[in-house]
């Protein structure tokens, strides 16, 4: 199958071709007949497999097909995180480079001001991290009266954060009679919830089974002390010629930490979570993209946001306390059908952690002990492994997000508190209102 069979328009698939893109990927194949064709879609994939493309193409066609006099928002994309924002709005206007279309990307963590002057001349599709929306919707900056195609993107993610109670807000400024599309990398019981309540019989669409890894990713586990974990990744980054690394921590502190003992190692890092600003962030990125930064240290804010072509691996110095958000994780490498290698560093307290993996994923993980990282007091793992168990009474801790709030920033917005990588929230400046933040 190629793009040309798809229905989509001669300006669409020069843009697909200028991109590198010759045959669409399963989601692209069943998604985009689906939305030209006007139904609402509950579609699950795995990242990496082409989900923007899949909803992007065709709302991008059904948009020039009927033109507005009004600049009003017409299609409104809700993400999780910046980074996500920042990258389908890429996408909107990579794809739409042939269109009379205008795209803009609205989160937190930087001046509101731009925002309202572009949104001031007219713009057609605004893609969008919840927070930094209702400040918009609050202060009368955004008319969300004409938007005809609503799509939620990484929609458990979004869950996940806490952001459903934003998502009801958003939904109420809507029109009624609309589109939507809820692209899943995972289902749950809340997603179904969500989808019961949002969608309109829609089209099902399911390219891979809940919960699982791309097969293309080679998964590896070595058990290691805790106190050796940052010795063996150095050792593994050199001794494989390791050129760009993606490293999952589960503390802003950690991965400070981690970032600042591997530059001590010889190893450019650089690390990125909710406490740097976008600027930072955005810097931290870019550098890893281009090679100047070797390892970036993230923690889960990033394992949902980032999109970095055919990234070789990545490596969870933590095990994750969610067991879906390893899938999230590795899920950054063996994009788009490439090979890509994920390695979890494990301490004996993280055994039950990988044994609620192994239990979601359906098999075991492949382990491997390297030499010289084995010396392990036996006396001492069991304690530690006892312990583990007692505190998470021989499950693993799932973990709970408790808004707390901030002061504000110099721009006058609320920024994010992390807590253990996926919760944050904020408050409304003079609301006392908490939320989630973008």
């Known amino acids: 199958m190629s793009f040309n069979s798809l229905g989509l328009s001669a300006e669409l698939l020069r843009a697909v071709a200028a991109q590198g893109y010759q045959r669409p990927t399963p989601i692209q194949a069943q998604a985009i007949p689906a939305v030209l064709a006007g139904r609402d879609v509950l579609a699950g994939a795995q990242t ?27 299609a409104l994309v809700l993400t999780p995180t910046r980074e996500l924002a920042a990258q389908v709005a890429q996408s909107v206007r990579d794809y739409g480079q042939n269109l009379p279309l205008r795209a803009m990307q609205i989160f937190g963590g930087v001046g509101m001001g731009p925002q309202v002057e572009q949104l001031r001349r007219g713009v057609d599709i605004v893609v969008a991290t919840p927070g930094r929306l209702l400040d918009h919707a609050g202060q009368g900056s955004i008319d969300l009266s004409a938007v005809e195609l609503l799509v939620l993107d990484e929609a458990d993610r979004m869950l996940d954060m806490g952001f459903i109670h934003d998502i ?55 058990p290691v002390a805790r106190t050796q974990k940052r010795a063996l990744l150095s050792r593994l980054i050199h001794s494989g010629g390791w050129s760009q690394v993606l490293i999952f921590t589960r503390t802003k502190h950690g991965a400070n930490r981690l970032a600042q003992q591997l530059e001590q190692d010889g190893i450019t890092a650089a690390a990125i979570h909710g406490n740097k600003s976008q600027g930072a962030r955005t810097r931290a990125l870019a550098g890893f ?98 312990k583990a168990q007692q505190r998470r009474g021989n499950q693993p801790r799932v973990a709970k997000h408790h808004p707390r709030p901030r002061a504000a920033g110099r721009d006058g917005q609320q920024h994010a508190r992390e807590r253990t990588g996926s919760g944050r929230a904020r408050v409304s400046a003079g609301t006392g209102r908490r939320r989630p933040s973008a």
């Open 168 to 222: 009801r807000r958003i939904l109420r400024l809507l029109p009624n009679q609309r589109q939507n599309l809820l692209f899943s990398a995972t289902y749950s019981r809340e997603i179904e919830q969500l989808a019961n309540g949002l969608l309109r019989d829609p089209e099902r669409i399911a390219v891979a089974p809940r919960n699982t890894a791309a097969e293309t990713v080679n998964q590896l586990v070595h």
């Open 289 to 386: 993209k281009d090679g100047d930064v070797r390892a970036l240290v993230a923690t889960d804010i990033a394992a949902r946001g980032l999109d970095i072509d055919r990234l070789p691996h990545v490596v969870n110095f933590d095990l994750p306390q969610v067991p879906e958000d390893y899938v999230h994780r590795i899920g950054r490498t063996g994009r788009a059908g490439a090979d890509g290698t994920a390695v979890s560093l494990v301490a004996p307290d993280e055994r039950p952690l990988l044994t609620a993996i192994e239990r979601m994923l359906g098999r075991r993980v492949a382990s491997q002990v390297i030499d010289g990282f084995d010396c392990v007091d036996p006396v001492a793992e069991a304690a530690e492994v006892a």
């Open 48 to 74: 990496g497999t082409g989900k923007t493309a899949a909803f992007t193409l065709p709302m991008l066609q059904q948009l020039a097909a009927q033109r507005s006099r009004r600049r009003l928002p017409r």
